[in-house]
């Protein structure tokens, strides 16, 4: 069974904060996705990598940026947090045009 | 404007009875999948079906490549289908996938 963890599951930041979200994945995919979720938008793609040391930009990559330091771990950077950033956050990783397998998600709030 | 349109919005049936998703997509596509979002939001693919018909256990997919939709059929439907159907359409010849708003289901003893 594919698997992708995520950490924090939850987090509370302050504005203007930094946030670092974490995504590690043992199946040995060339795909990663960072996507957020909002009530009303479904799931919406940040950033995507498709190998390591380098990332793409997804369809809202404003006030986030994304690292790819192996194929294993993909981390999602909100250097000045903001309120409009309150969502669920899913990572996902994939082989090309394959499924996707998504992690648990990270509930962030910032107040 | 909106890629992936999904619809209804949302459902209630009674369990047993049968349930229709639709998904309609703007622009040509090379893979298209539905998901389930569990009630606590954990996220699995159902299947992928990018063209044809597609069964597997009591999902059944239609994707209809030229007029750019596609149906989800879940037959017999149980309380324990209840949660948010999400289509998902390749519209960048492989690159990412967009997914639609969804559709909430639930189904009531």
């Known amino acids: 069974e594919a698997a992708v963890t995520q950490s924090p599951r939850s987090k509370v930041a302050v504005t203007g904060g930094k946030v670092t979200l974490s995504c590690h994945q043992t199946n040995n995919h060339d795909y990663m996705y960072w996507y957020r979720q909002d009530t009303g938008h479904g799931l919406r793609l940040i950033h995507y990598?498709?190998?390591?040391?380098?990332?793409e930009k997804g369809d809202i990559p404003d006030g986030y940026k994304a690292s790819r330091p192996s194929q294993e771990n993909f981390s999602l950077i909100l250097e000045l947090a903001s309120l409009s950033q309150t969502a669920v956050y899913f990572c996902?990783?994939?082989?090309?045009?394959?499924?996707?397998?998504f992690g648990p998600g990270t509930r962030l709030l910032v107040l | 404007g909106q890629q992936v349109q999904q619809s209804p919005a949302s459902l209630v049936l009674q369990e047993g009875e049968n349930a229709e998703l639709q998904c309609n997509f703007s622009s040509t596509a090379t893979q298209l999948q539905w998901f389930y979002q569990s009630p606590g939001g954990s996220l699995v693919s159902l299947l992928s079906?990018?063209?044809g018909t597609k069964h597997t256990g009591r999902l059944t997919s239609t994707t209809v490549t030229k007029e750019r939709r596609s149906s989800l059929h879940i037959s017999s439907s149980q309380t324990t289908d209840s949660g948010t159907y999400l289509c998902?359409?390749?519209?960048?010849?492989?690159?990412?996938?967009?997914f639609g708003t969804g559709t909430k289901l639930q189904v009531v003893p």
């Open positions: 998902a359409i390749d519209l960048n010849s492989g690159t990412y996938q967009r």
């Open positions: 079906n990018p063209s």
């Open positions: 990598s498709y190998v390591a040391d380098s990332t």
């Open positions: 996902a990783s994939s082989h090309r045009e394959d499924t996707q397998y």
